[in-house]
């Protein structure tokens, strides 16, 4: 073979890689912002702010009650450690006894009311117990009818409202003291109402109350 055939030889067969070597590298297209703009937005769940909204409904309700309670029981806050009315005593009257039992009412109609299908588990809890307590009141209310039937009512509300004051030393002993003198001086009057209020004494319940 000719020295001038073998030169051309050469220059075939290392073309091809040279070519390769020197042909810039490719790119592949940048499509991330493509893909940022074209990935599907994730859908909002509409049931769940109705939910939450919902659940948050049915705690202010809840909270609104308990504030609503403890002021108008002030012998039963002072007994579970709350003494915002410590110189106070329930109101007995007949016209107060029929607004509360109204307001109760009136409570345990909306809460039974509210659609809790949907609702998460901890939230259908909180509302099953809530309405299951507005129906004990309810009950009481409407059946029971304490304030006529059980002299108790009377006379725990006069004990308890000493002795919630007593048992734990939350305060000093003069404002306790100014607290007790303040529902000493109510008891008369309460006691009076009761014994009007009383229209169908049990007899069970007036034992229970002497001794």
Request: charge should be positive; hydrophobic fraction near 40%.
């Amino acid at each position: 073979m000719k020295p001038a055939d073998f030169f051309v030889i050469a220059v075939l067969l290392t073309a091809p890689t040279i070519a390769v070597a020197q042909s810039p590298p490719q790119r592949n297209p940048d499509i991330s912002n493509k893909a940022l703009i074209t990935k599907s937005t994730p859908t909002i769940n509409e049931d769940a702010f109705k939910n939450q909204s919902a659940d948050a409904a049915l705690h202010k309700l809840a909270d609104d009650y308990y504030a609503w309670r403890n002021e108008n029981y002030p012998v039963l806050s002072s007994d579970a450690g709350l003494h915002t009315w410590d110189d106070r005593l329930t109101d007995y009257s007949p016209a107060k006894i029929t607004e509360r039992a109204q307001r109760v009412r009136s409570l345990l109609d909306r809460v039974r009311a509210m659609k809790t299908d949907t609702w998460p588990k901890d939230a259908r809890i909180d509302w099953i117990l809530f309405r299951a307590q507005l129906e004990n009141v309810d009950f009481e209310n409407r059946v029971l009818k304490f304030e006529q039937t059980n002299p108790q009512v009377y006379v725990r509300e006069c004990t308890d409202a000493i002795f919630s004051l007593l048992k734990k030393e939350y305060d000093t002993p003069r404002k306790r003291a100014l607290a007790a003198t303040a529902r000493l001086k109510q008891m008369p009057a309460l006691l009076k109402q009761g014994l009007s209020n009383l229209q169908k004494p049990v007899k069970l319940y007036a034992q229970l109350a002497v001794q």
